[in-house]
Nanobody
C-alpha cells in the first residue's frame, strides 16, 4: 500500500505562481523505481486531465496545455514530487492529484484545490 498526500494548493491571482507537493508513504522503499504524475480535475467540468509525469530517473513529460508554464520534479530522498506552476490562468483552477502505479493498480492522493482568481 502506498499513501499519497498532496499539499500547497490555495488561491492565487492570474499570472501568479504556486508550488504543489506530493509526499509518498507506506510501501515506498522502491520509490525511485516508479514514475509519478500530476493530474487535474478541472473546476469547469472537464474530466481528470493528465498534466505531467516524471520517471523514476527524473525524465519529465508534459501535456500541451501546461508546457512551458508548469515544471514537475522529484526528490527521491524525500519520497516527494512537486509541481511548480507559473503564469497560472483561471482555467488552471481545479483539484490537483498525484498518482503512481504499483503492482497493477494506480494509487491516488486526496487532491489539493487550486483556485486562480482575482
Amino acid at each position: 500500500q502506498v499513501q499519497l498526500v498532496e499539499s500547497g494548493g490555495g488561491l492565487v491571482q492570474p499570472g501568479g505562481s504556486l508550488k504543489l507537493s506530493c509526499t509518498a508513504s507506506g510501501s515506498t522503499d522502491d520509490f525511485a523505481q516508479y514514475g509519478m504524475g500530476w493530474y487535474r480535475q478541472s473546476s469547469f467540468g472537464a474530466g481528470r486531465e493528465r498534466l505531467a509525469t516524471i520517471s523514476g530517473r527524473g525524465a519529465p513529460n508534459y501535456a500541451d496545455s501546461i508546457t512551458g508554464r508548469f515544471t514537475i520534479s522529484r526528490d527521491n530522498a524525500k519520497k516527494a514530487i512537486y509541481l511548480q506552476m507559473e503564469d497560472v490562468k483561471p482555467e488552471d483552477s481545479g483539484i490537483y492529484y498525484c498518482t503512481t502505479p504499483r503492482n497493477g493498480r494506480d494509487y491516488w492522493g486526496q487532491g489539493t484545490q487550486v483556485t486562480v482568481s482575482s
